[in-house]
């Protein structure tokens, strides 16, 4: 059984219509991509997966239960890291359990047992005004996990990064993606990206949205240390550029 599906989900606004019976499957500790130019939909199938929107028709199943609607069971990171600048990082972290109504020093606790793993050790006191972009995305990534350490949502988590720090937090990504095993979706309109850290890619293109193609990455992501370099993964690139162009003419 798969971790998570959305079955021909459709979603619209008044008459018009943005994406159209989309059907993806993702396993436990799978890392799934969406790749599409934007307005292709992206964001609107995770709001319908999250439970912000209800589709018009289709539906989300997690772990066999029929989710669609409902919010609460999947972790969401959007595009900034929307760190409160007047709480510590060991608050922001801990916000989930926080909610959650976990006591503020067993949450604290919690939250700091998780630093050294996702390279954050020595932050807990500070402020984000004091990390840099890279290390704010990861302390946004660790957020979320406390949210739910079962399936997340990665709406462009690092888009904003410059070419540099957003090569050094892929290679940490791997990394970190294998200790945790957390079974994720990721939104980006980056190619290089999508090859680099995914398992599977679901090419989305079109007016309303579709999925028009599915790849699968066949390198191991433990493997993939300078990935990037190599004539496999030109090869991926040269797939998805022309299946790109091919669907959006």
């Known amino acids: 059984m798969h971790k998570l599906v959305t079955e021909n989900i459709t979603m619209k606004f008044g008459s018009e219509t943005i994406i159209r019976d989309v059907s993806i499957a993702v396993d436990q500790g799978e890392l799934v991509s969406l790749l599409g130019v934007s307005g292709s939909g992206k964001t609107t199938l995770f ?76 932050t807990q006191k500070k402020y984000p005004k004091q990390l840099s972009g890279g290390m704010r995305q990861r302390a946004a990534l660790l957020r979320t996990y406390l949210f739910s350490d079962d399936v997340a949502l990665l709406d462009e988590p690092f888009s904003a990064l410059d070419t540099i720090t957003k090569g050094k937090i892929h290679k940490w990504y791997l990394d970190v993606m294998e200790k945790i095993n957390l079974t994720t979706v990721f939104i980006t309109h980056d190619i290089n ?33 300078d990935y990037d370099l190599t004539d496999e993964f030109m090869e991926y690139k040269r797939q998805i550029v022309a299946l790109l162009d091919e669907r959006e003419r």
């Open 47 to 122: 709001n319908c997966i999250s439970g912000i929107y209800t589709p018009v028709s289709g539906r989300v199943i997690l772990d066999g239960e029929d989710i669609t609607g409902t919010t609460g069971h999947i972790s969401y990171m959007l595009q900034k890291d929307l760190l409160l600048p007047y709480k510590t990082i060991e608050d922001n972290v801990a916000l989930p359990l926080f909610i959650r109504g976990v006591p503020k020093q067993e949450a604290r606790q919690q939250a700091s047992a998780h630093f050294e793993e996702f390279g954050l050790e020595g």
């Open 193 to 225: 990206e999508a090859v680099l850290l995914s398992d599977r890619i679901y090419i989305m293109t079109g007016k309303p949205g579709e999925v028009r193609s599915e790849m699968k990455i066949e390198t191991p992501r433990s493997q993939r240390q």
